[in-house]
């Protein structure tokens, strides 16, 4: 009996991860779209008051200084997949670290993809998910056969 309950609360457990990866991959969808589109009102929406971003050469992001580059943002037109996407929840926190690809076009009208492995970590508060950390490296572009 305690083993058939400690499996029925495991899949519980798996099935809630599974909505919870899948509604927070759709928040990274938006701030996906967020930065082709120069959406500053749902980064301040989305960014908690404390935020913090970190860039691959080490240079650290505050949510006042991310929001106060819209003046300078360009729209810009290529398409993003997230993949490879890792979960691990505590509580009312959640840390997503996966693979974005960039699909885009280069001035000479070659195709170009690419990607970065990021980590975003989410504090749920007032009933919604907030972006409070996060961290992006480029992965090398793979030499060409």
């Not at 599974?18 to 967020?34: F, K």
């Not at 120069?38 to 929406?45: E, I, S, V």
């Not at 003046?71 to 398409?79: H, I, V």
């Not at 996407?85 to 170009?112: C, E």
Request: aromatic share 8%.
């Amino acid at each position: 009996m305690i083993i058939a309950f400690m499996a029925v609360a495991a899949l519980s457990l798996v099935q809630t991860d599974s909505v919870l990866l899948r509604e927070l991959l759709q928040i990274e969808n938006e701030i996906a779209r967020a930065n082709r589109e120069c959406d500053y009102k749902y980064f301040a929406h989305i960014e908690a008051e404390e935020f913090i971003f970190t860039d691959a050469s080490g240079g650290v992001t505050t949510r006042d200084q991310d929001l106060a580059t819209e003046k300078d943002c360009r729209k810009a037109d290529y398409r993003s997949e997230v993949d490879e996407a890792r979960l691990s929840r505590y509580g009312d926190v959640a840390i997503v670290n996966a693979r974005n690809s960039v699909f885009m076009t280069d001035r000479q009208g070659q195709a170009v993809v690419r990607r970065n492995r990021f980590t975003h970590v989410f504090v749920r508060r007032d009933g919604r998910w907030q972006l409070v950390s996060g961290h992006s490296s480029r992965i090398p572009d793979q030499p060409k056969p």
